[in-house]
């Protein structure tokens, strides 16, 4: 196989200087587009949602369709790597998750496949999505568009910092949590604070119920199950001579089991009901009802997987990867057909390359990529036939 790494880290270099968020994407789009051109493999544009790309290496060989996805969508942060020549141009925004790098090796991907569409005896997906970081979910959206139907099995990977740069890691069964927003609004009655006795104060009642949340994670959540409460704002108040009339508290909540989620959706509104009733105020409570779904590797998956990491970097090469809080819209995906997520080392202690993901100083150690494309051309050729218990 050819795997043009040049290129792959100046589209990576590009994408990251120039972050989009969300599904406005049109200058990430234009340059996808551009890219895929230069290859000459065909593509669909916005046919399955806005700023949707669905290259296809060989659309004529439908008996057995390979989906593989990157999601191309940045994050509102401000990035501090001034040292490096191809840091964000953007104010705000930042490739700090690793997006660049999933749509670059999906390029260099497509490229490789294209070169190689004659030894291939099934036809290809590749799948660039947008919004994976807010909602609604890019992957929810190409799912009620259809993306799925002619495709019977999917696979895409998610670069880390946690793993040798290069190492990928893999499981059967869950691998991302089910992720819902909340938000609680508590509503008082502002008085001076000389005469705090004759209002309600809605930041003392914000405070009691994040009090009540960590309280509930302490005191009633199995510690053998993952159940992430995190209550990550808290706004309240316009001047310091009057208590305020209104506090709203913002996060989400992260469980592994969907029946731990509507649990502690529950117990949440039940405590924020019961501290505003009992201070003599009330409140709003939004708890998503229909969060991003659990993601859930296939069995059959992951094996096939097992054995392509052995054909293309050696046996023990793929590590395991354990089941993360963080969510993963891929979920809609593998809730329609078959699929597997695996993970990608991007570190290198030496480099500097350490950083977690969603934050500031986030960058990787771009030589990872090759293993990434590798693994995608490999696991087509190995399973382009299909693959036994599908």
Known sequence: ???????????????????????????????????????????????????????????????????????????????????????????????????????????????????????????????????????????????????????DCIIMCHVNCNDPCGAPSSRAGVTNATSGALKIVTRGKAVHIAAQHKGVDALAMGVRIYEGIQMLLSREADPFDTCVIAVATMHAGTTTATNADQCELGGSIRCLRDSTYAWARKRIEVIARSVCESMGGSCDVEIAENPLPVAVNSDVMYRAFAETCERALGAGSLLQL?????????????????????????????????????????????????????????????????????
Not at 333 to 347: A, D, Q, T
Not at 382 to 390: E, K, N, Q, R, V
């Open 322 to 390: 354990e089941p993360s809080p963080g969510g993963e819209d891929f979920a809609y995906y593998e809730r329609e057909k078959p699929g597997l997520l695996f993970g990608l080392g991007m570190r290198n202690d030496e480099l500097g390359f350490n950083q977690p993901a969603h934050t500031s100083a986030w960058d990787i150690d771009e030589r990872g990529m090759e293993n990434g494309v590798r693994l995608f051309v490999q696991f087509v050729s190995d399973h382009m036939g299909g693959i036994a218990g599908l």
């Open 1 to 151: 196989m050819n795997i043009d790494q040049k290129m792959m880290v100046r589209v990576r270099r590009h994408l990251h200087m120039h972050p989009e968020l969300g599904w406005d994407l049109d200058e990430t789009t234009a340059y996808v587009r551009q890219e895929l051109d230069k290859i000459g493999v065909p593509y669909e544009f916005e046919k399955y949602g806005r700023n949707s790309i669905v290259a296809t290496v060989n659309p004529q060989k439908s008996v057995f369709t390979i989906g593989i996805r990157a999601d191309m969508d940045a994050l509102p942060i401000q990035e501090k790597n001034e040292d490096k020549p191809y840091r964000s141009k953007y104010d705000g925004k930042m490739h700090a998750c690793g997006h660049d790098a999933h749509t670059a090796m999906l390029v260099g991907t497509a490229k490789a496949l294209y070169e190689m569409r004659d030894k291939i005896d099934c036809r290809v997906r590749l799948i660039f999505q947008p919004c994976e970081e807010s909602r609604p979910s890019g992957a929810s959206v190409l799912c009620e568009s259809g993306i799925m139907r002619d495709i």
